[in-house]
């Protein structure tokens, strides 16, 4: 992702410094990649203040945000970020939103050293990149999904396994009793399957029926 970042920084004009920040469950962000400290700094800002294009991007109505140093409106709109911005030596900062099947997945902050505002292609080519950034963690997230979902059903196997050789229980019955344990115990069929697995004990020490 921060090969990304550097070749669009070279590929759209004008711009200088890049990020990119997800949204995770619960709606907090987590920074995944920056082209430096400037980069670093502005999502710093923005976040703690809780104000900027990025902040209104990823959860307002409007999927590309610009704010333009000097810009009477942009200054009222945000009073905390807007002095900041220009402190940075940026002139536009330039917020737009990752989205994948209709999800929002993040956005990826732009920031102008020199210019007046980004110009028409800036716009066209910053949301070519943002959604190859979104399709590129939505097939990551997915990849991992996919990792996971084969490793819990092997970790539940090689449990269910030891059951059926300990208690003489058939696969289903062995299944079965685990998923009860589970549900009984709010605890995950992984994590049951698990302490199985590792210590060859099952929570509470119950026994099949």
Not at 90 to 111: F, H, N, P, S
Not at 133 to 141: E, H, K, N
Request: contains cysteine; glycine residues 10%.
């Amino acid at each position: 992702m921060e090969a990304l970042l550097r070749s669009s920084t070279q590929a759209v004009p004008g711009v200088g410094h890049m990020s990119i920040t997800l949204l995770e469950r619960g709606g907090t962000v987590r920074p995944l990649a920056t082209t430096g400290d400037v980069a670093r700094r502005l999502d710093e800002l923005q976040w703690a203040l809780r104000e900027g294009p990025s902040v209104d991007a990823l959860h307002g109505d409007e999927p590309i945000v610009g704010l333009h140093a000097g810009c009477p409106q942009d200054a009222a709109r945000w009073p905390e970020l807007a002095p900041r911005v220009d402190a940075l030596g940026l002139c536009t900062v330039l917020a737009v939103r990752m989205a994948w099947e209709r999800k929002t997945l993040g956005v990826m902050t732009l920031g102008c050293d020199t210019g007046q505002g980004p110009a028409p292609e800036t716009i066209v080519l910053a949301t070519a990149f943002a959604a190859h950034a979104a399709a590129t963690v939505a097939l990551a997230r997915k990849a991992e999904q996919l990792e996971l979902a084969m490793v819990t059903r092997q970790e539940i196997g090689q449990a269910v396994g030891i059951l059926m050789e300990r208690y003489g229980l058939t696969a289903d019955a062995a299944f079965a009793y685990l998923r009860r344990l589970s549900q009984n115990g709010n605890v995950k069929l992984r994590d049951v399957a698990d302490q199985l697995r590792l210590t060859g004990r099952l929570p509470g020490e119950e026994w099949p029926s």
